[in-house]
């Protein structure tokens, strides 16, 4: 028996357990809108198929004093494999069902040939499994792969990733025949989304977005408790809003976008050509900026104005309780924050400018286990 076979019900109490756990009943019951017989009803046959278990009596509940069973989920009835994929490298992590990691593991890439690329990611899943002590007979529940760009994960098809310049590749097909395991895709904004609403800085939170800033600058929109991905599967791509007055070609092909001012490649673009310097990288323009350079300074400024111009964005449409900024961007953050939260502030409509900010730095293992988290919903939230 699986989670996708159980009613609704069923998926909404093991959610509940995994974001909040351990749980008495009575408290899942308050948790979901459940009645107490309803909550006995479906955990039932989800304790009998070891998807969760009771784990002790430490607290009294009610007038009777009675000591109230908590119940939580079984984290090592299921494992997962999350892996990111960059222009440059793989980055993986074997989590089980809590998202917990395991094991994790990095590859280079010496080719985006959509091929190599498969067989790399089959490879990592591999080491992961040895790195996390599986036996062979042990079968992974399923894997999560996370790519920037456009990404339909219905149908497990990246449609269009710029910086890998593949077009319609059906990635989780290959994955799946290339590493024997359930496989899904997801853009891995919105997959790192899932994650801090599961274990980060959105837990608990009914509305909040997560916008990333680095090589590309996109967004995960979680609503209603909900990460959503809209019909065509873009929402969340405050990189490709257009900022006046900006002719800059941004990687879409289109001009003035967020991204062509603000990603880290813009960023330095602009550093080399305020400078004169065609060989400049970002390290030296982020040292440049700190050293008070004011060409260099200006660029982060403009580009500070620009992610705040997006967070506003953000801000007006879903009034979200927090906006999480992270990206590899942020380690730069103290050049252009400024710049952001006046942007921010200069855009935000009424009551919006009162959305909580908050910087946090995260890893590429933490997008890595950003998919192992959405593999591991699939079982509990199939797609439809």
């Known amino acids: 028996m699986t989670l996708a076979d159980q009613p609704p019900a069923a998926a909404l109490v093991f959610q509940t357990l995994l974001q909040h756990g351990p749980l008495s009943r009575a408290e899942i019951g308050r948790r979901t809108g459940l009645t107490p017989g309803a909550v006995t009803k479906v955990a039932t046959p989800l304790m009998a198929d070891g998807w969760i278990t009771e784990v002790g009596r430490p607290a009294t509940e009610g007038a009777s004093g009675r000591p109230a069973t ?45 091929g190599t690329v498969v067989l790399a990611i089959a490879g990592l899943v591999d080491e992961l499994r040895t790195a996390g002590g599986m036996a062979q007979s042990d ?9 920037s760009g456009d990404v339909d994960s219905r149908l497990g098809t990246v449609q269009y990733s710029p910086f890998l310049d593949w077009r319609r590749v059906p990635l989780a097909q290959l994955v799946e025949s290339a590493a024997g395991a359930p496989t899904v895709i997801e853009n891995d904004v919105r997959a790192l989304t899932v994650a801090e609403q599961w274990f980060g800085a959105g837990a608990g939170l009914s509305t909040f977005a997560l916008v990333t800033v680095g090589a590309g600058i996109g967004a995960g929109l979680s609503i209603g408790g909900r990460v959503v991905s809209g019909a065509h599967g873009v929402a969340g791509e405050v990189g490709h809003l257009p900022v006046s007055g900006v002719e800059r ?17 813009a960023i330095t673009e602009q550093a080399r050509q305020a400078t004169g310097n065609a060989r400049l990288t970002m390290d030296e323009a982020v040292r440049l900026a700190h050293a008070g350079d004011p060409a260099v300074r200006a660029v982060f400024a403009g580009a500070g104005r620009a992610v705040g111009l997006a967070l506003a964005c953000v801000a007006n449409l879903i009034g979200p309780e927090r906006i999480i900024i992270s990206g590899e961007g942020v380690a730069s953050y103290d050049l252009f924050a400024d710049h952001i939260r006046q942007s921010f502030v200069d855009h935000a409509f009424g009551a919006a400018v009162d959305c909580d900010l908050v910087v946090r730095p995260l890893p590429f293992e933490e997008w890595a286990r950003g998919g192992a988290a959405v593999a591991a919903q699939r079982v509990f939230a199939p797609a439809k």
């Open 139 to 147: 079968a992974l529940h399923g894997i999560g792969v996370t790519i």
């Open 249 to 265: 070609v941004c990687t879409c092909g289109n001009t003035g976008c967020v991204e062509a001012v603000a990603s880290t490649h």
């Open 70 to 114: 908590l119940i939580a989920v079984r984290a090592e009835r299921a494992l997962f494999a999350g892996v990111k994929v960059t222009g440059e490298e793989l980055i993986g992590v074997l989590a089980d069902l809590t998202a917990r990691p395991l094991a994790t593991g990095r590859v280079l890439l010496d080719s985006r040939d959509v």
